[in-house]
């Protein structure tokens, strides 16, 4: 059963989030992964791509890091684009790397109660089975027609 989330909750997750890694990350431009990382760049958080199947090529201005182990400096959150059997691991790593760290951010069919309950018990915020880049468009305006930002607004709707 999937939890609930106020829109205050997300928001704030949202607003005080700088450094995001991404693990999972794809290089391939149509996976959801790429552009949901994209589109955080885009926004001005920090977005370190995680995917040891490419470690040390580019993303979005940054070093794609082989593991969270390989990030430098600490992040803010970490957002899970791997299958929710996967999460517990990576969340136990993250939770011992990243003493600052604030959020587990689960994508969209990634849940995982005993992660969550592990980070929970740190204090980390969890979201689970949700998509920061959704969440940012709908809480911050820019989502149009039908859910996608369209950028052409119709006056025949």
């Known amino acids: 059963m999937s939890e609930t989330y106020s829109d205050a909750f ?21 996976r959801p992964s790429y552009y949901v990382a994209r589109y955080l760049s885009l926004k001005g958080f920090t977005v370190i791509p995680v ?13 794609v890091m082989g593991h969270l182990a390989d990030i430098e400096g600490g992040v803010d959150m970490v957002d899970i684009f791997r299958r929710s ?8 790593e993250a939770l011992r790397l990243f003493p600052k760290l604030q ?8 849940e995982n109660e005993e992660a969550a309950a592990l980070a929970r018990a740190r204090g980390v915020d969890v979201v689970m089975n949700r998509c920061p880049k959704i ?3 709908r809480l911050f305006g820019e989502l149009r027609m039908g859910g996608f ?6 006056s025949k709707l």
Request: no cysteine.
């Open 10 to 30: 997300l928001k704030d997750i949202l607003k005080r989030t700088r450094r995001v890694a991404v693990v999972g990350v794809s290089m391939n431009p149509v």
């Open 51 to 63: 995917n040891p199947g490419h470690a040390g090529e580019r993303l979005f201005g940054q070093t």
């Open 85 to 92: 059997e996967h999460v517990t691991p990576i969340v136990q």
């Open 103 to 110: 959020t587990v951010w689960m994508q969209i069919g990634v």
């Open 135 to 137: 969440e940012y468009q």
């Open 149 to 154: 930002a369209t950028g052409v607004i119709s």
